[in-house]
Structure formats: C-alpha cells, structure tokens
C-alpha cells in the first residue's frame, strides 16, 4: 500500500457511546504510534506499539482509552463511553523502528476527526 | 519534561518573501529534532530532520540548523510561494518514541 490509512475519516458519536478507529500502517513498519490533535494545537503522543506490544501507553488520557495492535500491523484505538472532551483527530503513524531507532520518519496517516456531542 | 515552543502564527507574507519560523526546545540529553507540514486536507509530512548538534536539515528550499547552545531549531526559506502555505510543525523526540510537538504556526502565502 502507499501510505499509513485510517478509518473512518470522520466520527460523529453521541455521549457515552463507543467507538473503534482503524490504522493501517505501512507494510512491513515494525512501529506504531497513535497521536490526539485537538483543534489549533499540535499532535499529543498517545501510545506507542513495536510489532505486537504495546511498549508505551503513557500518553492515553483515561482507561477509558484502550488501543491493540494484535497481529502487530493494523491497530484500533479504542474509546469507552466517549466524552465531549474526546473530540480531536486522532491521527496514527508508523515507522520502519529498526532497532528500536526512535529518529526513525514516522509517517503519518490522514486522521479521524472524532466529533463527540 | 520535553516540549517544543514554537512561534505563534498566522503568518503572512508575500511571494518570495523571506521566511522564518522560530523554534526552541526543553529536552534532556541529545533529542533529534524535526520540521513536519501540513498541506490544506492533506496529513503531516516530515520537512526535514536534524539528529544531532550543529546538524542542518533541508528540503524543498527549506532549511534548519540544530542549535545546541541556543536550543533552537528555526525553520527558514529564502523565496517563499503560494504553494508553501500549510501548517508547520516543530517537533522533538529524544530517547524514546514519544514524539513532542509544538502548536503549529500556519503560513500563508499571498501571489
């Protein structure tokens, strides 16, 4: 595939509903990387996958987030009982992560522009 | 903890006008530093990249220096165009994979 995808695009959810985002990576990308952008700022780390592992999940805001990675390519993030606070795009991206070489380019999907009302 | 300031925008200018956009970092030890953009409706690309002191990246007739003493890493283009304007975004990652940036500073370019 060329670039990292993600769906949906677009989420409009009500309150306390659940949702699923997709990411998929680059073929081949060992590491992934999940970001929240709320409007008019720059990406948050969310949490970070190296194949199958979840390695560092520092960044997720509640255990109301939960994301996997269980076949260590394509990844959900996960949102319980969606807070109007959970709207921004949540963007993935994915790297080669030889070695766990952390300057590695992180590509960057296109995002999902979640709208919780 | 790491984090990245960045000049607030919007930014204007004029076609073939000088450009810098300032960036300074907090960071322990040696982080490598980045410059992503992104296009109107499009995702984040990487600009460029320096990974360690004194380092310059450059792409597309950008160009930034890796500062150590000044801890900063401006982003610069000599002749901006129309097709320059996006949002661009400093960024850090140091030791680690979790990646810092700043707020963005949006570019806009006038014909």
């Known amino acids: 595939g060329a670039g990292v995808s993600q769906s949906p695009r677009y989420k409009v959810a009500k309150r306390g509903q659940d949702v699923a985002l997709r990411c998929d990576p680059i073929?081949?990308?060992?590491?992934l990387f999940w970001y929240q952008q709320a409007l008019g700022q720059g990406p948050e780390f969310l949490t970070y996958?190296?194949?199958?592992?979840?390695?560092?999940k520092s960044g997720l805001p509640s255990d109301r987030f939960f994301a996997e990675r269980p076949e260590g390519s394509v990844s959900t993030l996960k949102i319980q009982r969606t807070q109007q606070e959970d709207s921004a795009v949540y963007l993935c991206?994915?790297?080669?992560?030889?070695?766990?070489?952390?300057?590695?380019?992180?590509?960057f999907g296109p995002g999902t522009r979640l709208t919780v009302l | 903890g790491n984090s990245v300031t960045q000049m607030e925008g919007p930014v204007t200018l004029s076609e073939e006008a000088f450009l810098t956009i300032n960036c300074t970092y907090t960071?322990?030890?040696?982080?490598?530093l980045f410059w992503y953009v992104q296009y109107p409706g499009e995702g984040l690309q990487l600009l460029l990249k320096?990974?360690?002191?004194?380092d310059k990246g450059s792409n597309k007739g950008f160009e930034a220096t890796y500062r150590k003493e000044t801890t900063s890493f401006h982003l610069e283009k000599g002749s901006v165009q129309v097709s320059d304007s996006a949002v661009y975004f400093c960024?850090?990652?140091?030791?680690?994979?979790?990646?810092?940036f700043g707020a963005g500073t949006r570019l806009t370019v006038k014909p």
């Open positions: 073929s081949g990308h060992v590491s």
């Open positions: 996958f190296q194949n199958e592992a979840q390695l560092d």
């Open positions: 960024a850090l990652i140091n030791n680690n994979n979790d990646m810092r």
């Open positions: 960071a322990t030890g040696y982080p490598s």
């Open positions: 991206a994915s790297s080669l992560g030889l070695a766990g070489e952390s300057t590695d380019t992180q590509y």
């Open positions: 320096a990974t360690k002191a004194d």
